[in-house]
């Protein structure tokens, strides 16, 4: 259970965790609401959590909410699995404050990677379909990565902070913040700039890491009710992305550090900009939120060398609004209206060089040593549009019943324009088609119900109907990739306009409570996605198609405890099981229905046992489980499965005084050989070997 949504004692050492009942989410709604008032499963990390486990990475610190598992790729990339399996595909949607860090059809799964993690305020993760709030893309979950505000230093109107750390395989890490309270411009302010620098030379070959990440936020409260709150953040990124490498089971034992694709890379920029506007007049709050963003990334993608390999240069600029009105009105059911509208304006570029590679071996063994660039096989623009309006209502009949209702309505456009000359470019023996130029429109409606029923003030059932979908990506539907001659990429070209959005359905039933102490969350639930928009691989040549190949089922049962054990002791556990099968799978070569889905683990466990001796010291044991999957879709007992890990991490942090700490973690405790993911590659299994032990030791300081 993650901190901020678990029990503790309300006296002593665990008085600073909050009581179940009391945890705030500002996802559910765009605002500010109690947890057990809302009906929806959602984790809430918060922030004393976030600096106490101090991540490396997002994976060490998502899995405190259960259901959630997040997988290293490369650096602070990842793959994440709430309520699918592990996957790159986009069914996620990434926030920051409430706004999405890209536009619909402009995916990255790395998105964690592009907002400062370690230094947030909370994280706060909805499991299941969002769209009726928040639209496209929002099916697996939302992540909603909250900022910090400017605290109060305690000795003035100024005040800084920051954490130094240094560990294994040359990692190094800075946080810093500056911080200013006080009046000016008519009204109380909170202004923190911060600064998170980050490298490392990674544990395996050619896998080195740099990060920069500068943020500003500004606080204004103007009086009458009148709130502004400015953010700016912006993200640069160079990493070697061969960290993710997959092994032959020999090298992945014997051999782990090497990297068979030594010559791939990543570059990504970031910036966002956004101003809240809010005026609160009693019973009626308005909200007005304008945003600009930029992401562009240049990409030698290891997983393309194989079979398309290519440097891609993509950017994104976008502008955009979302506006609300909350309005309370009197009545015997208490009926709460919220109405908004979501605009964005995006416009992206994508250019696109294939590249000849040196090579030696085979198989799953090809070691990528070398290249030359070759022949530009696209480039061209896309501009995209959203209209998005949606209605939340909220109605209480009897003081212990909560309704909820919501509906929104999501009209998409894409427009490509290509700026190569000829309609079929040619690479060595891959050929890759493309239109002149091309639209896509999408519509659709997005409804929710779902009700919350007070059982005493120690517990709290939930339920709720949710839909989901998520359109094609702009690499979908215009990147249609390579073939084996002139006409069939053409048609390939042609055919990957016909995509359709995923649709998902999701039912879920909770119960929540809290005895004294001890706090718990159980949920069930069902998630039917259709049409599901898949990029099937052939597992002989590595080449891969999307296509709306059918129906998947997600299923299962999630768990969270947080409970003191006398008075210095404390376990917080998050536990999931889950089934994840195709139902309709029928592709060209094979028919997959009925089978498990693989890289979908069907236990993720997750259980934290802190001791507090007394307010200064905290120690800290940590044990992860990912249960066992399956290597590829046929379940074929010729790949097997892979077995799933147990991982062990120990933390230990000590407060010097009221402005300083020391602290430590020591991951992979036990130095298990366990793999961040395994798959088959040219028919033969393959596992990308995770960190072996590392010790990591830092220092915070406040002014």
Do not use: C
Request: no cysteine.
């Amino acid at each position: 259970m993650a901190r901020a949504a678990s029990a503790g004692l309300l006296t002593g050492l665990w008085a600073t965790v909050a009581p179940a009942a009391e945890v705030i989410t500002v996802t559910s709604t765009r605002e500010a609401v109690r947890l057990w008032d809302v009906p929806a499963s959602i984790g809430v990390i918060d922030g004393r959590s976030l600096r106490e486990t101090a991540p490396a990475h997002p994976q060490q610190v998502m899995s405190q909410i259960p259901g959630v598992a997040v997988s290293v790729t490369n650096g602070e990339g990842h793959t994440t699995a709430i309520r699918q399996p592990f996957t790159t595909a986009p069914l996620y949607l990434f926030l920051e404050d409430g706004i999405p860090t890209r536009a619909a059809g402009f995916f990255n799964h790395n998105a964690l990677y592009e907002v400062n993690v370690p230094d947030a305020a909370a994280i706060e993760v909805v499991r299941g379909p969002g769209s009726a709030l928040y639209g496209s893309d929002a099916i697996g979950g939302v992540v909603n990565v909250v900022t910090r505000a400017a605290r109060s230093s305690g000795t003035g109107p100024w005040g800084a902070g920051a954490t130094a750390e240094w560990g294994s395989f040359g990692w190094q890490r800075v946080l810093a913040e500056g911080l200013w309270t006080g009046k000016a411009a008519g009204g109380d302010n909170g202004v923190r700039v911060s600064l998170n620098r980050t490298q490392t030379d990674g544990w395996r070959n050619a896998t080195a890491y740099e990060r920069t990440s500068l943020g500003l936020r500004w606080d204004h409260a103007a009086g009458g009710g009148l709130r502004v709150k400015t953010i700016v953040n912006s993200t640069d990124i160079d990493q070697q992305t061969g960290a993710n490498t997959p092994l032959p089971l020999a090298d992945y034992m014997a051999n782990p550090t090497r990297n068979n694709f030594a010559i791939a890379f990543r570059q990504v920029q970031a910036l966002r900009a956004s101003s809240e506007f809010e005026w609160d007049s009693g019973r009626t709050l308005w909200s007005v939120t304008p945003y600009a963003r930029l992401n562009g990334m240049k990409l030698n993608g290891s997983f393309n060398l194989s079979s398309d390999p290519r440097i891609e240069d993509t950017q994104v600029r976008s502008v955009g609004l979302l506006a609300k009105v909350r309005h309370d009105m009197e009545g015997a059911w208490k009926p709460r209206l919220i109405l908004g509208m979501d605009l964005d304006r995006s416009s992206g570029d994508r250019v696109e060089d294939a590249l000849q590679v040196t090579r030696s071996g085979s198989g799953a063994s090809t070691v990528f040593s070398a290249y030359t660039v070759g022949p530009r096989i696209y480039d061209y623009s896309v501009d995209f549009k959203s209209l998005s309006p949606y209605a939340h209502v909220e109605l209480q009949p009897v003081r212990a019943l909560r309704i909820t209702l919501g509906l929104r309505h999501d009209a998409l456009s894409f427009d490509m324009r290509n700026r190569l000359a000829t309609p079929t470019t040619q690479a060595g023996t891959r050929f890759y088609g493309q239109l002149p130029q091309a639209s896509a429109d999408f519509s659709r409606v997005s409804p929710k119900l779902g009700a919350t029923w007070a059982l005493g003030k120690g517990a709290s059932l939930f339920a709720s109907l949710n839909d989901g979908f998520r359109t094609p990506s702009e690499g979908q539907l215009f990147r249609a990739g390579s073939a084996a001659n002139a006409a069939e990429a053409a048609n390939r070209a042609r055919l990957a306009l016909a995509l359709k959005p995923i649709q998902a359905r999701q039912a879920e039933l909770g119960l929540r409570a809290q005895w004294g102490a001890v706090a718990s969350e159980w949920v069930v639930y069902r998630l039917d996605k259709r049409d599901d928009l898949v990029s099937q691989r052939d597992l002989a040549t590595n080449l891969s198609t999307s296509v709306n190949a059918g129906h998947t089922q997600h299923q299962g049962l999630e768990w969270s405890l947080g409970a003191p054990i006398g008075a210095t002791w404390r376990v917080d556990t998050a536990l999931s099981w889950a089934s994840h099968r195709y139902i309709d799978w029928v592709t060209a070569t094979a028919n997959f229905s009925g089978k498990q889905m693989e890289s979908a683990p069907s236990m993720v466990g997750h259980t934290r046992l802190t001791w507090r001796p007394d307010a200064k010291t905290q120690l800290q044991l940590e044990w992860s489980r990912i249960g066992p999957y399956w290597l590829e879709a046929s379940n074929s007992a010729a790949f097997g499965r892979y077995a799933g890990h147990d991982v062990f991490n120990l933390r230990a942090s000590r407060r010097l005084h009221e402005q300083a700490r020391v602290f430590m973690r020591l991951m992979n405790l036990t130095d298990q050989r366990y793999a961040d993911s395994a798959s088959v590659s040219s028919n033969t299994p393959v596992f990308s070997p995770a960190l072996p032990r590392a010790v990591y030791a830092g220092l915070e300081v406040n002014w």
